[in-house]
């Protein structure tokens, strides 16, 4: 089975330090978001590319969040000074996408996700 | 802006059919309403997708009325498997140029029990 696939699984940080998250998406799938997930809420859209360009990123919540798909595969998912409010389940999904604009017939797969805890 | 109005959770005993509703009153012309599932410590399952009347596959029905301001996902003889979040997702047109945002909402937090 050739799912979206995210490493790690989980991680711990300390406050302040960087962490960077991988996703690796279903090989034909052009397009790929980002989403946040905390406790008791639905996940929350970050970002997503087609192919390479990363079309929406206003959703991301800060300039510390940075997002990556360098050669239209795999994605990375980068926080920089991590503080204890990014404690959160961080998704990764992919999808076959027609057009620039996003359309709410795409059906996502999603990743298991990483869950991040900053101490 | 079409949000999604679902109860926050509903209890059912083990093969029982569960009727889960969203309002989506302000939905608009074009807005497909998709239905996801997600289990704890994974990321969410399509489940099922339909623009009106009702759609049905191997895991659930989708009913939607002819005003499309809400639909139900059925679930037919649940299982204790069936234990999940159900979201029900239509258009977020919070960004013109991107298109839509898929987002969430809290869902519906579904325990079956024996």
């Known amino acids: 089975d050739t799912g979206v696939s995210q490493d790690p699984r989980h991680k711990i940080t300390k406050r302040g330090q960087n962490v960077t998250f991988r996703c690796d998406p279903i090989?034909?799938?052009?397009?790929l978001y980002w989403y946040r997930q905390t406790l008791g809420q639905g996940p929350e859209f970050l970002t997503y590319?087609?192919?390479?360009?990363?079309?929406?990123k206003s959703r991301l919540l800060s300039d510390r969040f940075s997002a990556e798909r360098p050669k239209g595969s795999f994605s990375t998912l980068e926080i920089q000074r991590t503080e204890q409010g990014d404690s959160a389940m961080y998704l990764c999904?992919?999808?076959?996408?027609?057009?620039?604009?996003?359309?709410?017939?795409?059906?996502?797969?999603f990743g298991s996700g990483t869950q991040l805890s900053v101490l | 802006l079409a949000k999604t109005t679902q109860p926050i959770s509903m209890d059912s005993y083990e093969g029982q059919e569960v009727n889960i509703t969203c309002s989506h009153n302000?939905?608009?012309?074009?807005?497909?309403i998709t239905w996801y599932q997600q289990f704890p410590s994974q990321g969410p399952r399509f489940i099922i997708q339909?623009?009106?009347t009702k759609v049905t596959n191997e895991v659930a029905s989708l009913f939607i009325p002819a005003d499309r301001k809400s639909s139900t996902l059925s679930l037919p003889r649940v299982s204790l498997s069936d234990t999940a979040v159900y979201y029900c997702?239509?258009?977020?047109?919070?960004?013109?140029?991107?298109?839509?945002?898929?987002?969430f909402g809290k869902g519906t937090s579904l325990l079956v029990t024996p």
């Open positions: 090989s034909e799938h052009n397009r």
């Open positions: 339909g623009y009106k």
């Open positions: 590319f087609q192919n390479e360009a990363q079309l929406e």
């Open positions: 302000n939905i608009a012309t074009n807005d497909y």
């Open positions: 999904a992919s999808s076959v996408g027609q057009g620039r604009r996003l359309q709410l017939n795409e059906k996502l797969f």
């Open positions: 997702l239509v258009g977020d047109r919070s960004n013109s140029n991107s298109g839509y945002a898929l987002n």
